[in-house]
């Protein structure tokens, strides 16, 4: 199974891999040098599930190799394509054609490849005209798709939860089992009585799955939770230790977060005040072997 | 002018805020420099969370302009452009540093300082010969640009040139420190909580109460946090180290951002003013009013009302049943405390002493109790803080 990330030299595919998946904090990308050529690397995710990132130098002396000699090795099996743009590049309708190219390989290669575009550097463009300047790009982009073909945008940023967002969705799309872990995620929700269950994965922090009882108004919740806590452990590493075990009791909700099965850690929210601290941990242990088990089960079926 | 808030005063009104009776108790915090050395720069990130890489759209301020802290104490740090002349007649010297706590004196690192070193020995002279209680921090600052031993050297170059300059016009006694800063780190969250410090009369007692529960209990350390700044206003006798400094204010983020995200739904039933609702009626709509007016800076404006979008959330982890525990796999914990609506208490402690978790409730509930009495001189402490437990 592949996973393609293509974009414009300095677009910053690099940047966002090493945030994600190698623990960098986003100032400490600017240490980061061009890659050249392909960059091959194995991430495993869940355990059992391995990436393949082929961070692609974005130079364009290489994307020409990639769209001509290179393009069987390149673009055959490949599961998902992410594709970054830097918001701010000068040459628009270069990125495109290169984009388009990107496409047609991977139409004819792995027709049935999911695209994630990702505008990336959005921190640089005011706030105010995030939305609208999302909203062009995305049609823009989708046009540009000659073959029917799975196409979601984002627009990211190394400097806020933008980019844990893009990544949660990716990966979401790259879990076999997802639907049953979610259902089973809703039932133990309900029993326990809890607001909102998320699930991470242990490694990213990057939200698998949720399951919520109670509506909650911020839509970004999941993707700020992966940030904060992303952030939290990278100072705990700073003081060789690591985090374990966090619970937040205040009078209007309670926060767990633990680690849970062996791939992921479980964040539960619940709002009554009936429910004591220790039940609650009570119910997260009990909860424990059965999505063990779904992990093992997803883990001998591939 | 400056005091008795006449209102023909020629000067703009958004600039200067006239300061009522009550107003000049409060300790007062001057932050200068030459332009361009980082001065707004400080004060958006360590009072109004914003994040330092945005820092660098910050306009030069071009007026003198004035924050009130909604902080326990009620600092007012005054933003001075570097390009301000002494002399100017706008300013009042006499007024302006008679009731100035503490001066802060922010120099680029990265730069030539030779001129900032000649205002500042022109500022320390002129400020030491008006009120000679005032203490100096000199902050040398962007220092995440140099290089260890570089730091050291720019520090003692600094030191030494101003030591003999001050020297030789035979002024003594001046209450000189320095301070390395950057706004990456933690660095000028731990100078400002130096500051700070010396500003707040009943240090030693707070030192005391914090010292009693380390000796009496298992925590090892612990740190008392406003909780808006993450500046510490007092720790006990051990040793700080850097490391612990910054889990325990990186713990404060932690718990506040997901404060911030979960408890909104409930409260925007109970209470829909929010915070502000919940301040005392003394620091209520004057001071945000106050610091409202008192920049003109736009940046600075949407910076406090960023702060203001925030507090919702900080409003809920302010009820004094809060608390928060993080375990690590050292064998170390961390535990936070709501000591009121603007102080938290963060300690370090051993994780196998969460077997009697009771206890600790039970006894930083005891300490958040004398603080408060402490901390509030219109309510005297009539009734002694209970007996802590082991």
Same mark, same amino acid.
């Given at each position: ?122 921190d640089l463009i005011p706030d105010g005209q ?29 400097w ?143 | 002018?400056l ?6 005063s020629n000067v703009p009104q958004h600039a200067w805020m006239p300061l009522?009776?009550?107003q000049?108790?409060k300790?007062r915090l001057l932050v200068m420099g030459l332009r361009r050395s980082g001065k707004s720069s400080i004060l958006n990130v360590v009072f109004n969370k914003m994040s330092p890489n945005e820092t660098l759209f910050l306009e030069s301020t071009s007026i003198m302009s004035r924050n009130d802290i909604l902080s326990?104490?009620d600092f007012q740090l005054w933003d001075f452009p570097g390009n301000l002349e002494l002399?100017d007649?706008t300013v009042?010297?006499?007024?302006l540093?008679?009731?100035c706590?503490?001066l802060v004196f922010v120099i680029d690192?990265?730069d030539?300082?030779?001129?900032a070193?000649?205002r ?19 902050f040398?600052h962007k ?38 800063t950057?706004i990456y780190?933690?660095?000028i969250?731990?100078?400002f ?35 808006a700044s993450?500046i ?21 983020? %932690?718990?506040? /951002?997901? +404060?911030?995200?979960?408890? !909104?739904?409930?409260?925007?039933? @109970? ?14 709509g004057g001071s945000s009013n106050g610091r409202a007016q008192a920049s003109s800076n736009a940046a600075v404006l949407e910076a406090a009302a960023n702060g203001m979008a925030r507090d919702?959330?900080?409003?809920? %982890?302010?009820? /004094?049943? +809060?608390?928060?525990?993080? !375990?690590?796999?050292?064998?170390? @914990? ?57």
């Amino acid at each position: 199974m592949g996973v393609l990330l293509m974009g414009k030299s300095g677009s910053g595919k690099t940047s966002m891999r090493s945030i994600i998946f190698a623990n960098y904090i986003a100032r400490d990308t600017r240490r980061l040098g061009a890659t050249i050529d392909v960059e091959h690397s194995h991430v495993r995710f869940l355990g059992n599930l391995v990436l393949n990132l082929w961070d692609c130098g974005g130079q364009e002396v290489f994307m020409e190799n990639y769209i001509s000699s290179q393009r069987d090795q390149i673009f055959r099996n490949v599961e998902v394509l992410i594709y970054v743009f830097d918001v701010e590049s000068r040459d628009m309708e270069r990125d495109m054609h290169y984009f388009q190219s990107v496409l047609e390989s991977i139409g004819q290669h792995s027709p049935k490849a999911k695209i994630f575009c990702l505008v990336h550097k959005m921190d640089l463009i005011p706030d105010g005209q995030r939305g609208q300047l999302m909203l062009e790009r995305e049609a823009d982009l989708k046009r540009r798709a000659t073959t029917p073909m799975a196409m979601t945008v984002f627009g990211t940023s190394i400097w806020d939860e933008t980019l844990y967002k893009a990544w949660s969705a990716i990966v979401h799309s790259l879990i076999p089992n997802v639907r049953m872990l979610e259902s089973h995620l809703g039932v133990f929700c309900a029993e326990a009585g809890a607001d909102e269950v998320i699930l991470f994965e242990r490694t990213t922090f990057l939200v698998i799955s949720h399951a919520t009882s109670h509506a909650q108004t911020d839509p970004h919740r999941f993707e700020k939770v992966s940030n904060i806590i992303k952030q939290f452990k990278l100072s705990c590493s700073k003081s060789q230790a690591q985090f374990q075990t966090m619970e937040i009791c205040t009078p209007t909700f309670s926060a767990f977060i633990q680690g849970f099965t062996p791939n992921t850690y479980a964040m539960v929210v619940h709002s009554d005040r009936d429910i004591q601290p220790g039940i609650m941990i009570i119910n997260i242990n009990r909860a424990r072997p059965s999505f063990e088990n779904i992990e093992r089960e997803s883990a001998t079926a591939n | 002018m400056l005091v008795a808030g006449d209102p023909k005063s020629n000067v703009p009104q958004h600039a200067w805020m006239p300061l009522s009776s009550g107003q000049t108790a409060k300790p007062r915090l001057l932050v200068m420099g030459l332009r361009r050395s980082g001065k707004s720069s400080i004060l958006n990130v360590v009072f109004n969370k914003m994040s330092p890489n945005e820092t660098l759209f910050l306009e030069s301020t071009s007026i003198m302009s004035r924050n009130d802290i909604l902080s326990f104490l009620d600092f007012q740090l005054w933003d001075f452009p570097g390009n301000l002349e002494l002399g100017d007649s706008t300013v009042d010297p006499g007024l302006l540093f008679q009731q100035c706590g503490a001066l802060v004196f922010v120099i680029d690192a990265q730069d030539e300082y030779i001129g900032a070193l000649r205002r500042l020995y022109e500022v320390i002279i002129l400020a030491h010969r008006l009120n000679s209680t005032i203490t100096f921090e000199v902050f040398i600052h962007k220092i995440d640009g140099l290089s260890d031993e570089h730091k050291i050297d720019t520090q003692r170059d600094i030191y030494q040139r101003l030591h003999d300059e001050l020297a030789e016009s035979n002024v003594h006694d001046v209450h000189l420190s320095f301070h390395l800063t950057s706004i990456y780190d933690h660095s000028i969250f731990e100078a400002f909580s130096k500051v700070i410090q010396k500003l707040i009369p009943q240090l030693p007692t707070l030192e005391n109460l914090l010292n009693m529960l380390c000796s009496n209990t298992n925590v090892e350390k612990v740190f008392l946090f406003d909780t808006a700044s993450k500046i510490y206003i007092a720790t006990d006798s051990s040793p700080v180290d850097m490391q612990s400094y910054e889990l325990c204010s990186d713990m404060i983020d %932690v718990v506040m /951002d997901i +404060s911030s995200i979960y408890a !909104r739904t409930q409260h925007a039933k @109970a209470t829909p003013s929010g915070y502000l609702s919940l301040q005392p009626p003394s620091t209520n709509g004057g001071s945000s009013n106050g610091r409202a007016q008192a920049s003109s800076n736009a940046a600075v404006l949407e910076a406090a009302a960023n702060g203001m979008a925030r507090d919702p959330g900080l409003a809920i %982890v302010e009820d /004094d049943e +809060s608390h928060a525990t993080i !375990r690590l796999n050292n064998g170390q @914990a961390l535990y936070l405390r709501q000591v009121n609506q603007h102080l938290v208490l963060v300690s370090l402690l051993r994780d196998d002493s969460f077997e009697r978790q009771g206890l600790i409730h039970y006894n930083f509930g005891c300490i958040s109790e004398a603080l408060n009495m402490v901390l509030m001189p219109e309510s005297p402490a009539t009734a002694a803080p209970h007996q802590l437990h082991i």
